[in-house]
């Protein structure tokens, strides 16, 4: 079974820069789209970016301008450069494969993003 594996989060100032990173344990099959989402405690999970096999980028207007979305194809792999991070960013990030196939979804674990000072 396909795991998708996230690394990068951990505890940054307000203002500060941090990049996850997202890759597959293995080829997903009829990938065609990868994204970040972000669940706060209390809050429902939200979509934060994607990017499509294309290199077509998409953000939530809450980090248009602070985040950035990248994607090696030939890894599979999906970046989100987060700059100017704020306190309210703070939550768990999970990374998203959908495809044209099934299971059509895939998620990661989660990895912890803080800002605090």
């Known amino acids: 079974q396909v795991q998708l594996v996230e690394s990068g989060g951990g505890l940054v100032q307000p203002g500060g820069s941090l990049r996850l990173s997202c890759a597959p344990s293995?080829?997903?099959?009829?990938?065609?789209?990868m994204a970040w989402y972000r669940q706060a405690p209390g809050k429902e999970r939200e979509r934060v970016s994607s990017i499509t096999n294309y290199g077509g980028a998409s953000y939530a207007d809450f980090v248009k301008g602070r985040f950035f979305i990248s994607r090696d194809n030939a890894k599979n792999t999906v970046y989100l450069q987060m700059n100017s991070l704020k306190p309210e960013d703070t939550a768990v990030y999970y990374c998203?494969?959908?495809?044209?196939?099934?299971?059509?979804?895939?998620w990661g674990q989660g990895t912890q993003v803080t800002v605090s000072s």
């Open positions: 293995r080829s997903i099959f009829g990938l065609n789209e």
């Open positions: 998203y494969a959908g495809t044209t196939v099934a299971p059509y979804n895939y």
